[in-house]
């Protein structure tokens, strides 16, 4: 089968022929590494062309031509894999059962000292996981909470509230390079949701996201 080279994918560049030549061979960069081989590349009319091999090798794309149609479609392998990987997560959290509602609370804070979005989100109720992922993607990011200051340990107290509830108050030690230490506090509602020890309610004084 023929190499597609895509028009479609192409980007305007200002490169005139005379500027190629005289800097030498052409030179590719994906972001700030450069590939091996230009194979693939090709600076013609002030576009750049790239080829079906190449997309798939450098972008991770795979690149199918309807030929009846004329239509050119691309799948993003990496963001698949990725969207397959989430939802494998997502329905395993809905699974995950903490045996009593100090491992759900010692999960969460762990989540905060090693700023783990995963493991504060996975002993969340129903309402508040729809919160922190609507949160993390806004932020782009899974990781929470901050390189400087960070968490260096953490102390749980609790306190039972009824026979299915209980409270827990964490006081997080932050520092920083420069030795300077904050106290972060919360307090958890920690009770039964669908038959699961479950966070049901979060008040702190920091925000980690």
Request: charged share 30%.
């Amino acid at each position: 089968m023929k190499k597609i080279v895509l028009l479609l994918i192409c980007f305007t560049i200002s490169f005139t022929a005379g500027f190629v030549s005289a800097k030498g061979p052409l030179r590719i960069f994906i972001e700030n590494r450069e590939v091996e081989s230009n194979d693939g590349y090709m600076i013609k009319d002030e576009k750049v062309y790239v080829s079906q091999d190449a997309l798939k090798r450098d972008f991770g794309f795979n690149v199918f031509y309807d030929k009846n149609e004329n239509r050119v479609r691309l799948y993003d392998m990496k963001k698949i894999s990725l969207e397959g990987r989430v939802k494998s997560f997502e329905e395993f959290v809905e699974y995950y059962e903490p045996k009593t509602p100090d491992e759900a609370s010692e999960l969460w804070a762990k989540g905060v000292k090693e700023r783990n979005g995963v493991f504060q989100y996975a002993v969340l109720n129903k309402g508040l996981k729809e919160q922190f992922k609507n949160k993390a993607e806004e932020h782009g990011s899974w990781v929470t909470g901050f390189s400087s200051p960070w968490v260096e340990s953490y102390e749980v107290t609790k306190k039972k509230v009824n026979e299915s509830t209980w409270e827990y108050k964490i006081v997080f030690k932050a520092v920083t390079s420069a030795s300077d230490t904050y106290n972060w506090n919360a307090a958890l509602i920690i009770g039964k949701e669908n038959n699961k020890w479950r966070i049901i309610d979060i008040k702190k004084d920091f925000d980690i996201m």
